[in-house]
């Protein structure tokens, strides 16, 4: 039994669906690394020292943002079959 031309299945669906949703998770926190890096900088150039709070921020932002990475990684890996 073939497909229609533009037919998905609920798990095709759901699939991308989670793709979307992780990806738009790590682009949101890549985003917010690299604004928090930025905002440290300006801080460190007017106060002349690091704030030991915001480098904690940038180092959970860091390892949220490769956690993150890795799930997707790996839910690319389980596409479903077309």
Known sequence: ???KK???DTTTISWEQGRDRLK???VVCVLGFWFSILFQVVLYFLKGEINFILMSI???MM???VALKIRLQRHLR???DD
């Open 24 to 26: 738009t998770l790590w």
């Open 58 to 60: 940038i180092l959970g």
């Open 78 to 80: 389980t596409r479903p």
């Open 63 to 65: 390892i949220l943002g």
């Open 1 to 3: 039994m073939q497909k």
């Open 6 to 8: 533009g037919y998905q």
